[in-house]
């Protein structure tokens, strides 16, 4: 999708970013349901680009696909980071961002930059760790500390665990977005 065919109607968007396998499409699913689930724009073959779920007619989910495919070509590569850096500088209805991280894993390189991007475009963000359900309780600590020493996180920067097997985290991500939309009046 062209960045001439997003949507126009200024509806408010709140996009999902992270890495490959992170747990994107399930989070999404999670939270809409797959039915309600409707994708504006197809995307055929492997081509990389911004899908805008229309949530009821009232705002859009903005799925901007995983980084750290080893297996995309350079060129497609750049060209994509060029319209996703375009897309979190310029569009003005943007809420927020929703960054996802593996709770198992210490991020890498790509988050940091991803969030340090997003920091320039100065985009509201909001870091979601996934698949807490896998990790035992002082684990879990743990994750969440290394999350925010490897973010460089501040030390007050919310955290939201979040599982599509147990339901965790589900209606405080809601409850965060509504609270947006409310503060915009919509
Ligand atoms: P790509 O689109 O391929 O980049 O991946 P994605 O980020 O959309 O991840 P996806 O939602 O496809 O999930 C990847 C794998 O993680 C799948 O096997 C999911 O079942 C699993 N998964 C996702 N969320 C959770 C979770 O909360 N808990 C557990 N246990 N597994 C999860
Ligand atoms: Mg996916």
Redesign the pocket.
């Known amino acids: 999708m062209r960045p001439k065919d997003y949507p126009r109607d200024r509806r408010p968007e709140f996009a999902f970013v992270?890495?490959?396998?992170?747990?994107?499409?399930?989070?999404?699913?999670?939270l809409l349901g797959k039915k309600a689930l409707a994708k504006t724009s197809a995307t055929p073959g492997k081509t990389q680009t911004i899908n805008f779920f229309d949530v009821n007619g009232v705002l859009y989910f903005v799925d901007l696909?995983?980084y750290g495919?080893a297996k995309v070509p350079l060129e497609v590569k750049e060209n994509w980071g060029r319209v996703l850096t375009a897309y979190l500088e310029q569009r003005e209805q943007l809420q927020l961002v929703v960054m996802?991280v593996d709770s198992r894993h210490k991020p890498t390189e790509r988050d940091l930059a991803m969030l340090e991007l997003l920091d320039r475009a100065e985009v509201p963000t909001l870091i979601v760790a996934?698949?807490?359900?896998?990790l035992k309780r002082g684990q879990r600590r743990q994750s969440l500390a290394t999350i925010r020493d490897t973010l460089e996180l501040d030390p007050d920067a919310e955290i939201l665990p979040?599982?599509?097997?147990?339901g965790e985290g589900q209606k405080e991500l809601w409850r965060i977005i509504d609270e947006i939309l409310a503060q915009q009046g919509a």
């Open positions: 992270g890495r490959s396998n992170v747990g994107k499409s399930s989070l999404l699913n999670a696909p995983g495919y996802l996934t698949k807490i359900d896998k979040f599982s599509t097997a147990t």
